[in-house]
């Protein structure tokens, strides 16, 4: 087994993708651990010193308005909560990534199980608070189950054809 090779758009598509997601899962490991040592009393004060100029110009921002709200209304509880869920969150794809950069075909089920768990609760999410960050997450780890399961098909024939 050596590293993935890309020779064709696929390939690169795939590549992109996945090194987005890996990309995503090093700022969710950063983020989590960033929430083990952040109180929720500071996370407010951060939200209201970023916020404070928007709302200064247009107090009816909606991504101003509607970050302060969700930072107004952190606990311990929750913040510990988010913090692993985002640390298992991150872990998992960077491990998941990394596995299929260096074309490990055992890899390429679990990706499409994870994204598939992923989507069927950004899924639920939308019909409980529909967003248009998480309809684009969404569409794109479609596309990137799709890319991966291409990907796996090809390397499978392969190994079988060697």
């Known amino acids: 087994m050596g590293r993935l090779r890309f020779t064709d758009w696929w390939d ?3 590549a992109i993708g996945i090194i987005f997601k890996g990309l995503d899962g090093v700022l969710e490991l950063v983020g989590g651990a960033l929430l083990l040592f952040v109180s929720p009393a500071r996370i407010n004060q951060i939200a209201i010193l970023v916020t404070q100029p928007e709302l200064t110009e247009d107090p009816g921002d909606f ?3 509607s970050l ?6 952190l606990t311990g509880h929750v ?4 913090a692993f869920y985002l640390l298992a969150h991150g872990a998992v794809k ?3 990534v990394t596995a299929l950069l260096l074309d490990r075909l055992w890899a390429y089920p679990w990706m499409i199980a994870v994204l598939a768990i992923f989507i069927l609760y950004q899924l639920f999410q939308l019909t409980q608070t529909p967003s248009l960050g998480l309809v684009a997450l969404t569409v794109f780890d479609v596309l990137v189950l799709v890319l991966t399961w291409h ?4 390397h499978r ?3 079988v054809e060697s």
């Open 94 to 96: 960077v491990v998941l």
């Open 12 to 14: 690169k598509l795939f």
């Open 157 to 159: 024939s392969r190994r």
């Open 63 to 65: 991504i101003a308005n």
């Open 68 to 73: 302060l709200r969700g930072a107004s209304g």
């Open 79 to 82: 913040v510990l909560f988010t």
């Open 151 to 154: 990907e796996y098909g090809r």
